[in-house]
């Protein structure tokens, strides 16, 4: 295993130190797309093997839920409410303006069904950790110019 390049070597030690887990499936992706950020498509037939699934159940899992990267993300994923109560209030606007501003930036557009944030939609996640409301276009793209000069 030492040979082995840094991602592979990840994937096989979180494989083996859940594949006894019951439905270990969703932990082994989740702590995968943790670790890696995404959970790439070499790994999809070591899960298979370790768990005794094919690899197109495997597959199916990770395309079903929205959750699951198949690719690495930019430097900062930026996730917006697509919910009935922020879409109420602008939120498909935002979505749209936000897909606009971002082609060809390094930077990752998700939808995400709810934030929490329904009573002051529409709402942004900005990686894991920032919440914004009432995000206007005009906020947003202040939003991301900070993100743009901040390294």
């Known amino acids: 295993m030492e040979n082995l390049p840094a991602i592979e070597r990840t994937i096989e030690a979180i494989v083996a130190a859940k594949q006894s887990l019951p439905g270990a499936l969703l932990p082994i992706l989740h702590e995968i797309q943790d670790g890696l950020g995404y959970i790439p498509s070499e790994s999809v037939p070591r899960i298979a093997k370790a768990l005794n699934l094919s690899r197109a159940e495997v597959h199916g899992v990770i395309t079903y ?38 082609q060809g930036s390094d930077l990752t557009l998700e939808p995400v069904y709810c934030l929490g944030l329904c009573a002051c939609g529409p709402a942004l996640q900005i990686d894991e950790t920032t919440l914004h409301a009432r995000v206007t276009p005009q906020k ?12």
């Open 65 to 102: 839920y929205q959750h699951f990267r198949q690719i690495p993300p930019g430097r900062h994923v930026l996730r917006v409410c697509c919910a009935e109560a922020c879409q109420a209030v602008g939120g498909e606007a935002l979505a749209e303006h936000a897909r606009l501003r971002l």
């Open 140 to 151: 947003f793209d202040a939003l991301v110019d900070a993100l743009e000069v901040d390294p």
